[in-house]
């Protein structure tokens, strides 16, 4: 047997007082049942734990899960990390309403190897065992335990525990742990402070190896701890892994109410979901069709919150036995990535509804037509790398994706998204101190929407310069930083020709003519200002004087600003604009004086101009910002003159 035998967990499932505990304490010599109440009673409520030693002297994890209905919610928190399941049916009870609720949640989780354990084998004579191995036949029928051995057994006096030991072997024969994806993940099922210690944990890793030292998040709250020990099977280790039941000493946790459904995890991982798309499978228990809209208890992992249902395709509810790509938002942020498993109860927690797989982690508020955005969830569920990867990109309300942030989506290793990345069909962007990829159909459809807004706003404001990048960026059907989006301009400047001044963007063949009534308005506008000289009254004033209403106001800065761009006139201040001329004369004057003088005042200046201190003021300031003029205190120099 190779080591990677380590890296499997054993579980058991089935009805209450089915003998999983005793059929454990028979395997491994070690008692499951921990708290006082379970021992008094007889059953289990809590998870149990122990290990399974193989030939070859490796052992494997054990999670032996509570039977009584009540207990459902501990089932399912131990259950989501079985590799091999021990599913027991009592040879004198037969198959019960929990073994077959508990079936269906092994289904619904992907639980794919097993072995069927009729015990109590020593109450049942050979009749009723051929029975019970017709009942577990069609028990099993249409899941993914469909065809799983059966091996009889009585944990009172040991017959047929050789024969399961041995199935148990042979089932772990070929297991590969669950895939590598280098994000690590440890669903929390329980936690409890060691006096000198500080804060344990417990729960089955899940993607990638954790280290002594190494920096966790814990999610989705995001506070940071520090994994100070690491203990396997009650041994000290330096590091532990996917699908092995790991115990984890935490610094920095003290202040921290660490909790059942609560996730530790690589501290790059950084986000929750409260929105994911999935597939769903509703199972024949279920009874009834689930609506749309229907409220359910939604379980992922050790987690358990209240969800929502909304169906993504054209079906108002989903039939037992059916599939249905469905859009689940959770009351509570929970951890999930593409792959992982959940299971969906009714809103009373009484029985098991249905449950599925993650296909898109951070689901968005979809509209009609669906189409496309169906198309892509069926591309995660059943394509190649690169046309999984296309089809989250588009699926998002980000234009583009890291790649760290597409596999920790995607829940995938590092090199197939560095592979899948080089196919054509993704376009690398620079996103801040870092590089992002969009697809090719994102950044075709950029550039349409940039040429068609353009192209719009050019025919609603013809006088305009052009339309402010930040307008343009607010318009967006897709999330684009500010910093990003000025390079993601330029680049498209590049590709489609359209013009970028500072901030502004047009169409190359925009061009802004004063002609009929703008010029005519134009024309009395300049007018205006070149009988003000140097106390030009404020467009406001203008509008009063020009006997133009207030309303009109908006109306003049896009004439002032086409007078501004052919030169003819110059903005000073917010609304405040004089003549080209006078601004020539002004500087002149202003050059003229400082020639002969070191510097000079706002009223000297005020005198020679015969204007006002305000509009001394602003001319002043406006010949600072030009680079003419330098302020010193209260008076100004000559730039030239500053060294």
């Not at 009540?70 to 590799?83: K, V, W």
């Not at 920790?408 to 054509?424: G, M, R, S």
């Not at 201190?613 to 010949?623: E, H, M, N, V």
Request: charged share 25%; proline share 3%; glycine share 8%.
């Amino acid at each position: 047997m190779s080591a990677q035998v380590t890296h499997a967990i054993l579980g058991t499932a089935g009805h209450i007082d089915h003998g999983k505990t005793a059929l454990i304490r028979a395997l491994t010599g070690q008692e499951t049942d921990r708290l006082k109440e379970e021992r008094e009673r007889g059953i289990s409520i809590e998870l149990g734990f122990a290990f399974f030693t193989l030939p070859d002297g490796t052992r494997a994890g054990v999670v032996d899960v509570p039977g009584h209905e009540r207990f459902i919610r501990n089932m399912l928190a131990g259950a989501h990390g079985i590799d091999l399941v021990l599913f027991t049916i009592a040879a004198d009870d037969g198959v019960m309403p929990q073994s077959e609720e508990h079936l269906d949640i092994l289904h619904l989780l992907g639980t794919r190897r097993g072995i069927f354990v009729i015990t109590k084998a020593d109450l049942a004579d050979a009749a009723r065992i051929a029975e019970v191995r017709d009942e577990i036949e069609l028990l099993a029928e249409g899941t993914t335990l469909e065809g799983a051995p059966v091996v009889a057994v009585s944990a009172l006096t040991g017959a047929g525990m050789d024969d399961l030991r041995a199935e148990i072997v042979r089932g772990l024969e070929g297991f590969e742990a669950r895939r590598a994806t280098g994000i690590f993940r440890l669903p929390i099922d329980r936690s409890f402070a060691i006096k000198g210690h500080g804060a344990v944990v417990t729960g089955t890793a899940i993607g990638a190896e954790v280290r002594v030292g190494q920096k966790l998040r814990v999610l989705p709250a995001g506070d940071e701890v520090r994994v100070r020990a690491i203990q396997m099977h009650s041994e000290a280790v330096e590091s532990a892994g996917r699908c092995q039941r790991v115990a984890l000493n935490l610094a920095g946790a003290e202040r921290l109410e660490l909790r059942r459904g609560l996730v530790l995890a690589d501290d790059k991982l950084d986000f929750a979901t409260t929105r994911f798309d999935a597939s769903l499978e509703i199972r024949p228990a279920a009874k009834r069709p689930v609506r749309a809209n229907s409220r359910v208890r939604l379980f992922v992992a050790t987690a358990e919150t209240i969800g929502r249902v909304i169906l993504l395709e054209d079906k108002t509810a989903i039939a037992p036995k059916e599939r249905c790509l469905v859009q689940i938002v959770a009351e509570d942020p929970i951890v999930a990535l593409g792959g992982d498993h959940f299971v969906i109860r009714d809103e009373t927690n009484m029985r098991t509804l249905g449950g599925g797989v993650v296909l898109n982690p951070l689901g968005r508020r979809v509209r009609k037509p669906l189409e496309r955005y169906r198309n892509n969830l069926a591309s995660l569920r059943d394509s190649t790398a690169s046309d999984a990867l296309e089809a989250m990109i588009d699926l998002q309300e980000s234009l583009a994706l890291s790649p760290m942030r597409a596999r920790q989506l995607l829940n995938v290793p590092e090199k197939e998204i560095t592979t899948a990345l080089k196919d054509a069909r993704f376009i690398k962007l620079s996103v801040g101190d870092e590089e992002a990829f969009t697809t090719r159909a994102k950044w075709d459809a950029l550039g349409h929407f940039a040429l068609t807004t353009l192209k719009r706003h050019h025919a609603a404001e013809p006088l305009a310069a052009g339309l402010e990048m930040e307008a343009m960026r607010s318009q967006l059907p897709w999330e684009v930083g500010a910093r990003t989006f000025r390079s993601i301009i330029d680049r498209l400047a590049r590709e489609t020709g359209i013009v970028r001044d500072d901030s502004v963007l047009r169409l190359p063949t925009h061009q802004v003519h004063l002609g009929g009534a703008a010029g005519e308005f134009g024309t009395q506008l300049l007018r205006a200002l070149e009988a003000a000289a140097y106390q030009p009254p404020d467009l406001a004033q203008l509008a009063a004087n020009l006997d133009r209403a207030p309303a009109t106001v908006p109306q003049m800065r896009t004439v002032a600003a086409a007078l501004e761009r052919e030169g003819k006139i110059v903005k000073v201040a917010t609304d405040l604009y004089f003549t080209r001329n006078a601004i020539d004369r002004a500087c002149d004057v202003l050059s003229a004086f400082l020639s002969k003088h070191p510097e000079v005042t706002a009223a000297t200046y005020r005198d020679l101009l015969g204007t006002s201190r305000k509009f001394a003021i602003a001319l002043l300031d406006y010949f600072d910002h030009s680079g003419v003029t330098i302020r010193v205190g209260d008076a100004r120099r000559l730039r030239a003159r500053t060294g």
